[in-house]
């Protein structure tokens, strides 16, 4: 399993070519599906959401698909991940994402498909594979607003597969809170590892190994 965490997607080239290293070929002879199911459930402009959509599909892919989770057959939207070279899940509500996943019977096929596929996670589509993404978790970080959002107080996390949190945007201009001293709030709180990455870095994961990549700043308190 091959996994690209980013805060913001593929912002620098440095994120870009771990991609192409992780792709194993050109973009221009690979397939992406684009996942946009989080950003439903945050409401206001998602001009956001156009920009990076927009820029993924700049790279030149041979074929762009766009897929939302919810309102068709599991079977299909499955096949439609497996069709892709590429699964890219952008950001917004993570919560509405694993929701999403686990609601309609996707989690498993979803990760045998991603088997041998190369999934990018941007923002809350790069937190969705933590065992530690539930209603713990949400009050330790300070997200309970985004859970109780969806009429929600628990959370099954969809696959549980890393034993550390992320939580992005560290520094962000967009999040203008989310400084050192936030980061340290946190920390203190956490009885879990939490990587915090800013907007230029991703946490990569392949076939078990985690390292991280970045133009940026991030921090791991274990």
């Known amino acids: 399993m091959k996994c690209l965490l980013t805060a913001a997607g593929l912002r620098n080239e440095t994120l870009r070519d771990a991609l192409r290293e992780m792709l194993?070929?050109?973009?221009?002879?690979?397939?992406?599906?684009?996942?946009?199911?989080?950003?439903?459930?945050?409401a206001g402009d998602h001009?956001?959401?156009?920009?990076?959509?927009n820029r993924v599909h700049a790279l030149g892919w041979r074929e762009f698909d766009v897929l939302e989770l919810n309102g068709l057959p599991p079977e299909t939207v499955l096949d439609r991940v497996r069709r892709a070279d590429v699964v890219y899940v952008s950001g917004g509500n993570q919560y509405h994402l694993a929701r999403s996943i686990t609601r309609n019977g996707l989690a498993g096929g979803f990760l045998e498909a991603l088997e041998s596929r190369v999934y990018v996670g941007f923002s809350a589509?790069?937190?969705?594979?933590?065992?530690?993404?539930?209603?713990?978790?949400?009050?330790?970080?300070?997200?309970?607003?985004?859970?109780?959002a969806l009429g929600a107080t628990t959370l099954e996390p969809p696959f549980g597969l890393f034993d550390w949190y992320l939580k992005p945007h560290l520094y962000s201009p967009d999040f203008p809170e989310r400084d050192d001293a936030w980061a340290d709030r946190i920390a203190e709180r956490a009885d879990f590892p939490v990587y915090f990455i800013d907007d230029e870095t991703a946490v990569r994961v392949r076939d078990g190994e985690v390292d991280v990549v970045t133009e940026g700043r991030w921090r791991l308190h274990r």
């Not at 194993?24 to 945050?42: D, R």
């Not at 001009?47 to 959509?53: I, P, S």
Request: net charge negative; hydrophobic share 40%; charged share 20%.
């Open 47 to 53: 001009g956001w959401l156009l920009a990076d959509m």
């Open 24 to 42: 194993g070929k050109p973009f221009g002879e690979a397939n992406v599906v684009y996942v946009p199911t989080a950003s439903t459930a945050e």
């Open 125 to 148: 589509g790069s937190m969705i594979f933590s065992r530690y993404l539930d209603a713990h978790s949400a009050d330790v970080i300070g997200d309970t607003g985004d859970l109780h």
